[in-house]
């Protein structure tokens, strides 16, 4: 059982940034691809941004785009979720989630697509 822990949420200013981390209790995510996902208050959970287990790409929700950057580090072992130019419409609980490599099709933005999930941290973006 792959049990994921996010960290790094906190309250920000608007136009601040933060830096969202996920782990796997030490354990390497080399065979996952990665996504973040939030839910903001009163909605549903929603994609975010995703990686592939390898780096080689990486998918962004449009309202992320250019100020969000995922990424992982060369042992594999944490993934980030870089936040800039943060508004309050970014405040929510995001979650990362780990899928494991099976040679499927890799829907990046379906949460069905991960069986595996952190149990969320908070960000608070002031306006």
């Known amino acids: 059982q792959l049990q994921l822990v996010e960290s790094g949420g906190t309250l920000v200013q608007a136009g601040g940034s933060l830096r969202l981390s996920c782990s796997a209790s030490?354990?390497?995510?080399?065979?996952?691809?990665m996504g973040w996902f939030r839910q903001p208050p009163g909605k549903e959970r929603e994609f975010v941004a995703a990686?592939?287990?390898?780096?080689?790409?990486?998918y962004y929700e449009d309202s992320v785009k250019g100020r969000f950057t995922i990424s992982r580090d060369s042992a594999k072992t944490t993934v980030y979720l870089q936040m800039d130019s943060l508004k309050p419409e970014d405040t929510a609980v995001y979650y990362c989630?780990?899928?494991?490599?099976?040679?499927?099709?890799?829907?990046?933005?379906?949460?069905?697509?991960?069986?595996?999930w952190g149990q969320g941290t908070q960000v608070t973006i002031s306006s």
């Open positions: 989630a780990a899928d494991p490599i099976d040679g499927s099709l890799y829907s990046y933005n379906r949460e069905n697509e991960y069986p595996y």
């Open positions: 990686i592939t287990w390898s780096g080689s790409a990486t």
């Open positions: 030490g354990r390497a995510l080399t065979h996952y691809n």
